[in-house]
């Protein structure tokens, strides 16, 4: 029954109109009165609830949020964000189709930088979109390309995804970061064997060959940029610093960078670019001290208990048990923001991953990119309503344009779930 109340309570709140932070403040409160008229609590006791509440933003690790966000601000203002396409530009765009290279290797580089999927989209749609238009690439592949790319940024560091997920399944973020290179590199190239096969019918002519001088003076320009993933990975990986440390790292270094040598970093826009990165930090905050409270409740009216005895059958085999987490996911993700998602279903699935010995990294690192995946999935899909409104299409033409890249980033995941080795191997090599 607590289930049903938990479900009932939650979507209800969302089919009222309610924003998902005072939906799940609505279903945590909801449990909370049954579990009270049921005796499964003393009483209803709304001081616990507020308490929940602030214990959830006061999390030292979810500071490493506005920093990261703070750091793609001043990447796209200061222009690193632009150096690094022009650098893709000159290694790639000279190939057949060679403006989608270029958006793949762009969004891998830049996915490496911000760890927000809708800023990368922004900047990379921004950059590109008017340039495959005017070179007479179809402009609604050409969103969906840049789309599919925007959605690496989640899974490869620094990601802010992650850091959410750990905070709220209690998994280390280092491991996290570390164990997410590989899958989104390999979401890069699902994309870009994807795009050559769709680029055969493009009848665009190539852009002219870079000489290679220029190609160096190109690469030397974009070098600070490039150098901002080792500096954090390597940082992270030999325990110079944590990831809340590097999200400072990054925005310091990303400020300087734009401001002292790149020089496009105005002290006019800073007001305007923190201003944007508060905004989008309160509306993460809000987020995961709401779910706090229910995941609480969650915990306090063993629900996940109740969630491992359905899944009883599955326990046996985690690949199969896996694999149908992972479709649960890809169907909730096509109605719930990203964000939303992650912290509903942490406290749920994550006691039925520890039961059947799945490893709560590995499991972390496909639920993560299962939910960013959904980002391009109608009619949510909040990285398709950013191309949408760049390239000013509908989001059927999106969603049409998008379908190839989609389906090779869902090869990607399954094939993870058949071989998990891809991601726990790598991961061994990155902690020795």
Not at 304 to 324: A, D, H, I, S, Y
Request: positive net charge; charged residues 10%; hydrophobic residues 60%.
């Amino acid at each position: 029954m607590t289930v049903a109340v938990f479900i009932f309570s939650l979507l209800g709140a969302m089919a009222l109109g309610m924003p998902i932070a005072y939906s799940l403040l609505v279903c945590g409160v909801s449990l909370m009165a049954y579990m009270a008229g049921t005796g499964g609590l003393p009483a209803f006791d709304s001081q616990i609830i507020a308490q929940r509440f602030v214990d959830g933003a006061d999390n030292f690790p979810l500071l490493a949020v506005p920093f990261f966000l703070l750091a793609g601000e001043f990447m796209n203002a200061g222009g690193l964000s632009r150096r690094i396409v022009n650098l893709a530009m000159a290694w790639v765009g000279h190939y057949r189709g060679g403006m989608g290279y270029v958006a793949v290797m762009a969004a891998i580089i830049m996915a490496s930088l911000s760890g927000s999927a809708v800023a990368d989209t922004a900047a990379l749609a921004a950059l590109l979109i008017p340039m495959m238009k005017s070179a007479g690439y179809n402009l609604n592949r050409s969103a969906g390309l840049i789309a599919a790319g925007g959605i690496i940024a989640p899974v490869i560091p620094p990601s802010i995804g992650f850091i959410i997920f750990g905070v709220a399944g209690n998994v280390s973020i280092t491991k996290l970061f570390l164990a997410g290179i590989v899958p989104g590199v390999l979401m890069g190239l699902s994309i870009g064997i994807a795009w050559w096969w769709v680029a055969k019918r493009e009848n665009v002519k190539p852009a002219d060959a870079v000489p290679l001088g220029e190609r160096l003076r190109i690469t030397a320009q974009g070098s600070l940029a490039l150098a901002l993933p080792v500096l954090i990975i390597g940082g992270m990986r030999f325990g110079v610093f944590t990831p809340t440390e590097a999200a400072v790292v990054a925005a310091v270094y990303s400020f300087v960078v734009g401001m002292f040598v790149y020089r496009e970093l105005k002290v006019s826009a800073l007001y305007r670019l923190t201003l944007a990165a508060g905004k989008t930090t309160a509306v993460v905050m809000f987020l995961v001290a709401a779910a706090m409270v229910s995941a609480w409740l969650i915990t306090v009216a063993n629900i996940p208990t109740e969630v491992t005895r359905m899944l009883e059958p599955f326990m046996g085999n985690k690949t199969l048990l896996m694999f149908m987490m992972m479709v649960l996911i890809v169907i909730v993700g096509t109605a719930l923001d990203f964000t939303p998602t992650v912290l509903i279903l942490t406290p749920v699935l994550m006691p039925v991953v520890i039961k059947a010995g799945i490893d709560p990294v590995y499991f972390g690192v496909l639920f993560i990119m299962n939910n960013a995946i959904g980002l391009i999935t109608p009619p949510v899909g909040t990285v398709l309503n950013v191309v949408c409104g760049v390239a000013r299409i509908t989001m059927d033409d999106a969603f049409k344009g998008v379908m190839p890249f989609f389906i090779a980033e869902l090869i990607v995941l399954f094939a993870l779930v058949f071989v998990p080795e891809l991601v726990t191997v790598p991961l061994q090599w990155w902690m020795r």
